[in-house]
């Protein structure tokens, strides 16, 4: 994780016209129902890009059971190379899907809005370290109820602020995820 996204570099990552938030951040409650979206989702991306699928998880707070998130399905796609939008982009875009953020200098990463539901679709070439490093978390967090509250209660606090956009809110959170990954890396936070 790097350092927190200015403004600047949020307008420059994204897509399509870019809209403050300049709100607080809504959380809920786990709802069992979020394995079920992502799989719908899964097999509509799997669908249109057969064989270009590398790997494809549900990640993200809604992949944690018992842990209060934003009502957004995460979804990590990992392609041949994420540069490569040809590759796969017009194939979700043809599904209802809709790239929205462009990061060539963070791991190549591409993010799409999913359709008829909200979630967003984050696509990294495979075998990158970002990749790793978000299964990791979320396994981590799945399997240790101590840092998934931890983690839970920094959320409730930052969701509380007003924030211009959401990436800020996102930013926020690093020092609490870089603590819990220390301790998911066998390191001491």
Not at 62 to 84: Q, R, Y
Request: with cysteine.
């Amino acid at each position: 994780m790097g350092e927190p996204l200015s403004e600047e570099e949020i307008r420059a990552a994204t897509v399509g016209e870019r809209r403050p938030h300049n709100a607080t951040i809504h959380l809920t409650p786990y709802d069992p129902a979020w394995p079920g979206i992502y799989e719908r989702l899964a097999r509509v991306i799997r669908e249109a890009l057969g064989d270009g699928v590398s790997l494809l998880e549900h990640v993200g707070s809604t992949s944690v059971p018992g842990l209060t998130a934003k009502p957004i399905i995460d979804i990590l796609l990992a392609v041949a190379d994420s540069s490569d939008e040809t590759a796969y982009v017009p194939q979700l875009e043809a599904q209802g899907f809709t790239l929205r953020i462009r990061e060539p200098n963070w791991y190549e990463h591409r993010m799409l809005m999913t359709p008829n539901v909200e979630g967003h679709l984050h696509v990294f070439t495979a075998g990158c370290e970002e990749i790793e490093r978000m299964l990791r978390f979320r396994d981590w967090l799945r399997a240790h109820p101590e840092d998934r509250q931890l983690y839970e209660d920094a959320k409730k606090e930052l969701a509380a602020r007003t924030w211009r956009y959401v990436q800020n809110y996102a930013d926020a959170k690093s020092a609490v995820v870089e603590e819990i990954m220390a301790r998911a890396s066998g390191g001491s936070a």
